[in-house]
Nanobody, 121 residues
Framework: HVQLVESGGGSVQAGGSLRLSCVASGFSYVNYCMAWFRQAPGKEREGVAYSDQDGGTTYIDSVKGRFTISRDRAKHTLHLQMNSLKPEDAAMYYC?????????????????WGQGTQVTV
């Protein structure tokens, strides 16, 4: 049974930090492209950052220098460290996993999704 479970969301003042975590179970996530997406009310879901199977990372421009995506392979966990948070970062954040190495921010290529964790700024 494949499962992605996010945690770490919450309410923080502008300029503050949060660290999101996503624990993966039921699949060998080391072979997957793993990503964080977010969706704010009234807006489409957008990719925030992804970590490919080779360890490369990519970020959308609006979070570069503020957010860091990382994997703890021993704990099957994906993290998103978010610093210098802005009101426009407020959204539901989702963890996702894809078997496609070039999934990038293409949502339809992601096989597995978590339930989301809310971030309020």
């Amino acid at each position: 049974h494949v499962q992605l479970v996010e945690s770490g969301g919450g309410s923080v003042q502008a300029g503050g930090s949060l660290r999101l975590s996503c624990v993966a179970s039921g699949f060998s996530y080391v072979n997957y492209c793993m990503a964080w997406f977010r969706q704010a009310p009234g807006k489409e879901r957008e990719g925030v950052a992804y970590s490919d199977q080779d360890g490369g990372t990519t970020y959308i421009d609006s979070v570069k220098g503020r957010f860091t995506i990382s994997r703890d392979r021993a704990k099957h966990t994906l993290h998103l460290q978010m610093n210098s948070l802005k009101p426009e970062d407020a959204a539901m954040y989702y963890c996702a996993g894809s078997t496609y190495s070039a999934a990038g921010f293409i949502e339809r290529l992601y096989n597995y999704w978590g339930q989301g964790t809310q971030v309020t700024v």
